[in-house]
Structure formats: structure tokens, C-alpha cells
């Protein structure tokens, strides 16, 4: 058969590949946003980016359980004013870079994104969903329709380009949530964030061992909440879907497609896996696919959604 | 790497710290302690480990003594965590994550290992394990120099910058000297950033192959969250210890550092700032 | 040192150790509850009783991935009056037997609880948190603070026997519904129940694996989310935790105790470690209590709630 | 046991069914199919597998053929689940969870197999591995009556309720008459339940070795759920194949079974039900 077409469209920015670089993951810097991008990913989001710097919590940030990792690094990153110096000369990268953005408010929000998204980003990913950062996403009570809404309405006057909205696994009725981030202006959906927050304690130490004490879950534990996540996001809305939440494989990502996104983010597997995960995961699919008889992402995208037999 | 499961206190891993009981403590300098524990873990020269202590903060130190069931680091007291470390005693306990990075990788022929202040600690493994090559430190002071009486450092030379041991100056003061006498040498470095890049010219100039050990400020110490990046580089991961190749493609060494909260400074200003 | 002292005590209830069989998990029977206490657990718990029979979700009602497991069982049981002929005699069960009761509505709970808490059952166990059943549970709204209050209420003016309230991992505030259900008249608190529900794909046939669709999530991927919820609730109330989520050795046992639990729920670990999974969890506690020189249960209790190193 | 990698398509596993394609369908009698699919599963005679129809159920069956890289099952038309079965072609996908249960203990010395109905096809395999001992099937009607010209099973005796093929009654008529002939033998059966007592009396009355396999409601198949159970034992973890010395511990035995609510009724009843 033809060779397997594993492009994918987000709409309107056309990915060589449906895995995306998940934000918080090595998108400190335009240099390691590179070497991602070298190692065969479809499109890369940067560390969330706020107006003001900010160091984040204290060491430990991350730790991993028998099931996946937690995390709690507290949002750190160098403010916009960095931020503008460092993501540069966007074109050169070779895939589309997510510059993903957060704020206390819907002030803040307009702010950083005034500043970055004429710097030369595929799209802004306004993340409204971390558990573990006082003053931000789960803890300030951002992921709600109401404020969604607000958010993406602002947001949406000072920008041309796409703005997709990440999600919590943890928000009560996530569907509603997308709906609204929809009927706002956005164009798109990231789900999901970390769950939880969860906690692992030493107990030698008795202790709590994340600096924060708990902190985001990521990882295999969150595969299949993503994956419930997504399907319903998917019956609701008709913006695509950036599925991310424990996705190690090509089996994984194919799950992620058939539950309903159009591509898929991937976080702690990088670390666990090497960044060789994203040409892994790519060759994964190409064979499945290939031994299925499916010869385009498109193919497979909210395929779950049909009944079966008949 | 795979999912650390929780379910032993006695296998040092990368995920989660496991905890070791203070064992002996000596006093190497006015301003530096070694800390001695209990437990196997495998670890190459130049690598390090996260330390943590409970409830405060987690840091990267390199181990200083390694045995087959013992091991130990030197830590100089600089901020909170190391003053609150040195307050520390016999029986305590703190929490190991490692070995993390990569090491030093030893090369035949001629060795030149080249310290300055607690670098010193990385290098002192490396020490016991090349059992040869010239071994110069670099220190304040005389009431600085580090491991002077351990086996295996009798030949050591000493520089202090107040000449109050060894000799006055830079501990890179005669590498020119050294190379018309010994020729061909492998550097092995591990310092302050300037020193360690004044080694590198001294290398680059002669073409002498050299891996440095570049101090960058470590959060997850696992590849993840991006912090400790030189240029492209997780000093983590792909770190700390670099060839002399790699140097030379890094716009940040000897320039560049991030903070912690990711800004990019001059390397003066990130090693002045307290956490 | 003196041999270790497992025994714990749950609001007036004496556990020989601090294992307690989690509603749901062989729960259906006298006979399978003896098989259980046989196996050396502290106590047992019931599969949730309802007013009347419920067949329950079709199959699969059950699907592992790779950090746990999903169960969408739907609360199948053969209801109260079936169950008041089934669960007799418990005093010769040898361990304390808790009554999971299940309702549509606080009317349901109530008829529930009078028929069964005479029958010789140590505790009344409240859930509020299935997340795959519809009428339920979270699918109902069960699990909120004003909710909770209500049940708890009404149930305590029908039973003198303590009472336990579930609670879901899910739950937004969960510290705050512990709270209503204390000042309600809770006895203690069982946290946590499944979380999500998540979902998985089976990509071959492109459809959801359970009957169901979704389920919720138990096992590993849990442990460090109920670990969390578990701390917060020790935090904020007076009455005892019954620890739930994960658990399946001594090491992960210990790290409910210091999180706050009195007990420690274990469910999922039965199957994928079979029935030895409470000896061995009371083996393994007994030797980290004689290595770290902690005499009693007692002791190990919230520990990580005290500040490290002074 | 150990959690799922949901890595791959070609593993059988009892946590998660894996997908098979329908290779054949062969016309066992009027009212029984065997469907034949490719793969390797681990498979001792009297173990099932959980068949999934996907959106529809997931149903408990044994394996009837069992080779190096095929297996087949052997099914009877009986309600929602086993008709949507018998209408899917060659090429439709099916999922497997399995192998599941405990499996026949095979004895030496002699064997009599005894099946009842479509319980056949859960001593087919046994005949394969036994390669001795005697058959005996009871059917309805000779149209029912199951493997008739399968390698292995030329010296089976038939039973039909209406005597339209082999001898006129139920399987268990010449029990005695077997017994006074050949001795001490190991009863194997699987069938209905009424039908399994008796040879279960017939077992005890002599003394007779006996292992029985017990049709309990099915739901998870990996001990956690509780519904399978009789007495205190999980028919898809102890069972569903159990030895003559556990039978007269069960007091549900030949009784009682549970409902696809938990409702314990009379086994009569349980048989009648359809889901
Ligand atoms: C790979 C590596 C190996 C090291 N080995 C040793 C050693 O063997 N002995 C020793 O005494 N020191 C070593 N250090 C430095 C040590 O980590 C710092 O001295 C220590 O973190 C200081 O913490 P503080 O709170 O006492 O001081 P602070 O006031 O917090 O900081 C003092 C200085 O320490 C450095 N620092 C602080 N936090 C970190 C961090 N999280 N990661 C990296 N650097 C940090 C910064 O340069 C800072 O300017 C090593 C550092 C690295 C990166
Ligand atoms: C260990 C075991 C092995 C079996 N092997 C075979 C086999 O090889 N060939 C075969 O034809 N049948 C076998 N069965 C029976 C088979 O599972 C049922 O025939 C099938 O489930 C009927 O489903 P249905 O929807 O077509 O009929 P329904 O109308 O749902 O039920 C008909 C009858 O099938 C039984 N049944 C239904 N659902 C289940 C279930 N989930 N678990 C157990 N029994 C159920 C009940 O006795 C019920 O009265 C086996 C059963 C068990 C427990
Ligand atoms: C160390 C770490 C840092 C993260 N930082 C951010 C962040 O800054 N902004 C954000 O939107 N998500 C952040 N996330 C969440 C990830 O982008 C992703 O949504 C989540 O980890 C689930 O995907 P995974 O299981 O593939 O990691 C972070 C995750 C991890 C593990
Ligand atoms: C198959 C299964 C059935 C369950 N049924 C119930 C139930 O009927 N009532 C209830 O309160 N909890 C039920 N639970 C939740 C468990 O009691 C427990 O809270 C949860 O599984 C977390 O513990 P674990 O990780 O040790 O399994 C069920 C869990 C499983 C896996
Ligand atoms: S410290 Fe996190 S990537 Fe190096
Ligand atoms: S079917 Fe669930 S325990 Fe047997």
C-alpha cells in the first residue's frame, strides 16, 4: 500500500506529525525548543510564560511513584520581558511553536499575550488548569465556563492567531468548560493539564517530598482520565483537539485520535523515554497503521465515537 | 528509565530520594565539611546526586568519597541549605536521588586534573580512580585547600590567591609551563566558570582535549523541566561534564547562566546570587 | 525491641491490624467476606447495598491498562432485601464487617440503613462517590458539602452504630464535604473512592473497552491522589480516615498513616496480588516498624503533618 | 499478576481483551457454531476465555481447538450475545481475555468424560490432551449432538433425550453398569447442573475421583467482582473446574446460583434467564 500520511492540520497550522511537545516540558529556551524539533516532533509549546518572573517552588519539583510523576514546579519561568528576548527567529525552528501563556487574571492574560504573539508563534495556548500554583489555573479557580469565557473573549481581541485553551482533568464538567472556551473564540483545545494535585510522602522522612508537598500527576496514571477527557470534549465542540496525558507509545497516540484529538501532546514520556519518543511514537503509528490499512491521520481521528457492529 | 516503584528505602534511584543516615562528618576546610553515609551506589566521577533535605530543599552535590558501601560529599557553606547542612549531625538523615549526569569519561595518556574551591570534590574520585596525572588545586586561602593529606593527593600543587599555601596566583597560572614539560595531556576540570574557561582557551590553543564540569542551576535533574540549560544542552543530562568539542559550541559558557526563575544573566551575577 | 503492635482502632472499632477489605471487591457474600477474614485482614467491608436489585453495567466491567485498573460495575447487587438475608451471623466472621449502603436519594438511604444496620455490622458505610453510575454518586452530585450534611443527617436519626461517609477523589474541596460530614455526625471518613472516570480505547476495534464506556479508576494510579486527599482531610477534621486508593505493601500502608489515616482501604491489590496482599501488607509494616523502632499504629498516625528537621 | 502494557495487539492477557479476527465458522450442529481465529493463547482444558463483541458484551467461553497458532470456541444460540455471534462472518473481530480459571487436573488411570449439551466444548480439548478414557455426550436431539466425526472422538457414546441418535436418556443412565465394568476411573464433567449432580452422587456413592467444571454468571473473570462466586468460592479464580472433595463443601452446588444482580436463586431459575 501507499506510504502512511501522518500529517495533521490544527486549525490551519499544518503539523508534519500529530505529537506535540506538552508545555513545561524543555520549552525553557529557543535552543532546547531546537534540539526537540530536531528529534522529529510535529510541533513544540513553550514553558508557560507569565508576565513577571517568577522562581517557582523549591527542589524537590519533581517525583516520581510506581504509576507515573508528580510535579509542582510552581509555574517557574523568566516573565515576558525574557520571554520576547528568547523566543526569536520562530521560522527557523522547522515546526510550529505553541507559546503558551498564563496570568492571575484576565488582565495579565491580555498582557503577555500583547507582548509575545506577534513574535512569530503558530498559536497561543492560554493554560488555565495547573493544580499546584497559588495565584493560577486550579487554584485561582480558572477552569470554569465563566471564566474561560472572559478569558478567551479578551484574549481573542488582541490576537489573530489561533488560541487554543488547556484544560483540567479535574474540572468538574469538562465538556461544559470547552464548550464555552468554543462559543468564546477559541480554536482549539489542550487537554489535559496534570491531575490531582496528588502527594507522595518518605517515609523514612516522614515528609512530604515535593518542595510544594503536592504536586501535578502526569504520566501512565493519567493515560485513560486524558482519554475520557478528550472523548467528551470531542462530543461537544468542533474546534480540534490536542490529546496529551501519558502518551508513550503509537498505540497511545492512536487511542488519543480515536477518543477524538487531531494531535497529541506528550510530556513526562520524554523524560522516561529519551527524546527519541517522538520518532518512536511516530514509527509506532506508520506500522500499525500500515498493518491496519489506515493511510491517513485523518482516518482515525474520533473514530471511537462510531458504533459498533453497525 | 522506568517508574521508581516506592517500595524499597535501599535502591538509589533518579525519581524519588532515598534516605541515608549521616555517618561521619569531618571538617576538610574552615568552610567545607564531608558528610559520610552508609549504602551502595553506583556512580561514575564527574556525575552527581540531588540532596535533599527534608521539609528545606533539594540540591546537586558531586559524591567526594566512594567506596562499595560507603560515600560521602564535601559541600562548602554557602546559603540556606548548606549552612543549614553543616548545622547538621551524626544520625540525621537526608534524602539521595542519583547518580544523574553524565561523567567524566578518562582518557589514556597524560591526566591534568584541575580544581578550584569545591570543585575540588567532583575531581576527588576521579582522583582515586586514574591512580596518576597531576592534580592541581586552586583555593582562597591556605584554611581552604581541600584533601590535602588523602591518599593519592601527596603530589598535589596548591595555588591560593593570597599565597598563604602553595603557590600565589590562579591554579591556571603555569599550564603553559606544565604542557612544555609534559606535552600531550587529557584536562580534567571542574571550578569556577571563569577559571574553568580559562582552561579551555589554554586547550583550544594547544588542542589538548579537556572535559569541564559546568555548574548550572539543577531543579528536576532529569531532563525534564529545562532549567539547567547551556545553549541547547541540559547540564543534567547531557551534563554537567562536557568535552572540550562541545564548549566550543556553547554560546553560554563562560557567560550565561539562568537563575531560577529561568532568566539568562552573566555568569558573575548568577554566581552571586543567594537562593 | 517488643513485638509490634498492628492493632489500630476506628471510632470505638478494634482492628487487629489496619487492613480493611474496600467496598466492591468480593464483598457479595458471607461466605467470600469469611474467605477474606481467613486471609487476615483487620476488617471488611460489604459491596454497596441499594433499596432494590441492580444488574449493574453490561461487560466488560472491567479493564487494567498499564498503572491500574477501570471498573465500571455499576454498583450491581442484589439490594436490600436479598442482602439482609445474605449478611447474618457476623459475629462469627471474626472481624468488624462495615455495610456499604447506596442511594438514590437521602429517602433511599434511609430505608437502606434501617433494614441493615441491626444485622451485627460494626459500621455504616455512606457512599457518596461511585463515578460510573448513574443516579449515584458523582453522576448524582452526591458528593458535595450541602449533599453530604443531608445524608449524613438523616442516617444518623436512624442508626447507633458509627457511620463512615465515601468520598470521591474528584470531589473539588474535599476537605470541606469531610467537614460537613462531620459536623453532621460522621463517625469517620473513608477516602478516597475511584477517580474519573477515565476510558480505554481498545484501537483494534475502535471502541471503549467497558460495557459502560468509562470507568473509574483504581490501583496505582491512584495511590498518590488518595495519599493527598487523605492529608488534607486529616488537616481539617477530628474523626478517623479510613485510607483507600493504591495501596498494595507496607511501605504505601505507612504512607496513609503519616498522610492521616487510622485504616487503610485496599481493594485492586486483591486481584493483582491476590488474597496474601493483607498478610503481606502486615508482614511488611511489622518489619519497616521494628527496623525504624515504631512500637505501635498509633505512632505512625499524621506524622507527616509534624514539621521537618525541629 | 502484573498490570497491562497496553503495548501490544498480539499478547493474550486477562486484563484487557485482545482483538482477534474470525479465520472460520464451522456448523457444529443446528444450533451450535465453532468460530476458529489465529493466535497463540496458553490454554489448559477446563479454563475459558472472556469473548468480547465490542459495544455489545463481553461472555464467558471455553476453548474447544486448541493448537500451536489457532484456537476455536464452540458456542450455542442462546440469547442477545451468542446470536449476535452466530451472525458475524469470517473477518469480523472479536476481542479475548484469557486464559482465565483453573484448568483440569489430569489423573492416570481411567478416564470417563461425560458433557452435557454445549459443556462439550470444554472437554474437547481435554479428549485432545487425554488421548484415552471414555466420551460420553448427552444432547437433546440427535441435530444437537456435538463433534461426532472430530479425530479423537470415534469411540464416543451418545445420549439423546429423544433417542434420535445413540441410546434413548440422559448421559448419567449407564454410570453403574460403566463402573461394574471397568473399575476406578476419573470422572471428568462439564454440563448442566442437575446433570453434574447426579454424576456428582453417582461419585461420591463409589468413591470415584471427579472433577466437575461449574457455570457460575461471569463479570470480571479475574477474581475481584464477587458475582461468580458459590459459597465462598470465586468461580473464575477456584473454578470454574473443581474437584469432588470442594463439591461437597458447597452448599450452592447443584442449588443455588446468583443472578447478573447478586439475587441467589434456585439453579432452575438461574438456567432459565436470559440477559
Ligand atoms: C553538578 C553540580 C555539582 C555540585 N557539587 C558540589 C559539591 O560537591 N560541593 C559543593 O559544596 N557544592 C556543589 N555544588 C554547588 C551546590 O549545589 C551549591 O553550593 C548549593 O546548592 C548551595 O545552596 P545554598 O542554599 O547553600 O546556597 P544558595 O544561596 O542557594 O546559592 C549559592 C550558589 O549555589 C548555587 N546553587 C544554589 N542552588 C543551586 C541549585 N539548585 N543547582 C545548582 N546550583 C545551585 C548557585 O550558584 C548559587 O549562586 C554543585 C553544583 C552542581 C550544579
Ligand atoms: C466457564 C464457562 C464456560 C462456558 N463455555 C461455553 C462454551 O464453550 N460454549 C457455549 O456455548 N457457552 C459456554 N458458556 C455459557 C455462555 O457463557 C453463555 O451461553 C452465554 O453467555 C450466553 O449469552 P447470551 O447473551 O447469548 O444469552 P443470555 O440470554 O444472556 O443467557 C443465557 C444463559 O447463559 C448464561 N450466561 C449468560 N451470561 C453469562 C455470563 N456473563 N457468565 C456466565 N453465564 C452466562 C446464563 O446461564 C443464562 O441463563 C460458558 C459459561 C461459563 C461460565
Ligand atoms: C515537569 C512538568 C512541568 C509542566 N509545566 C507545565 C506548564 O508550565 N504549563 C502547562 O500548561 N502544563 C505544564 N505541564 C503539564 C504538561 O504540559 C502535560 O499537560 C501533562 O504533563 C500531561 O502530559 P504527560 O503525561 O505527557 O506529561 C507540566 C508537566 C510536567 C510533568
Ligand atoms: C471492581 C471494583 C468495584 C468497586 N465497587 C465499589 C462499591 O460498590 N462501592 C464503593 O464504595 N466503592 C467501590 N469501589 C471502590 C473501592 O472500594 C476503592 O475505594 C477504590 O477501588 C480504591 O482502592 P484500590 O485502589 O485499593 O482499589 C470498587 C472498586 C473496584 C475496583
Ligand atoms: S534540571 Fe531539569 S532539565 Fe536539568
Ligand atoms: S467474575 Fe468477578 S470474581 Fe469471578
Redesign the interface.
Known sequence: MAAVDLSTELCGIKLRNPTVLAS??????N??L??VAGAGVGAVTT?SISLD????H??????????????A?GY????LH?AIE?FKNLEGMGVPVIASVIGRGVGEFIKVVEGLWSQGFAAIEISLSCPHTPGFGMMAGQSNPHYTRQVVAAVRRVTSIPIFVKLSP?T?DIAKVAVAAEEAGADGITAVNT???????????????L?F??GG?S???????A??CV?EIYKAVRIPIIGTG?VS?G??A??ML??GATAVGIG?A????GLDVFSAVCREMEE?MEA?NVSSVQELIG??H????E | MSYTPNDSESTFNVLQPTIVRIDRIVDESKTTKSFFFNGNIEYEPGQFIMLWIPGLDEKPFSISYHGKNFFGITAACKGRFTRKLHQMSVGDILGVRGPLGRPFTIQKGNACLIGGGVGMASLATLVDRLKRGMIIQGAKTASDVLFRDRTGFSGMTVYTEDGSAGEIGLPTKNLETIYKQFGVMTLYVCGPEPMTHAVFEFARRHGLPMQASLERYMKCGIGLCGQCSCDGLRMCLEGPVVDRETLETLSDFGRFARLKDGRKVAIEEYLQVRT
Open positions: 513545561g516540558i524543555l520549552g525553557t529556551s535552543a532546547l531546537q534540539m514553558k518572573p517568577m522562581p517557582g523549591n527542589n524537590p519539583i519533581t517525583v516520581g511513584f510506581e504509576a507515573g510523576l508528580l510535579n514546579v517557574s519561568n523568566p516573565g525574557a528568547e479535574e468538574p491531575m490531582g494535585p496528588g502527594m507522595v510522602i518518605n517515609i523514612e522522612a516522614r515528609q512530604p517530598v518542595g508537598k503536592m500527576v504520566g501512565p496514571a493519567l493515560r485513560p482520565i482519554v475520557r472523548y501519558g507509545t498505540r497511545h492512536i487511542e480515536m477518543a513526562t520524554v523524560c522516561i523515554s500499525w491496519n473514530t471511537a462510531e458504533l459498533y457492529p
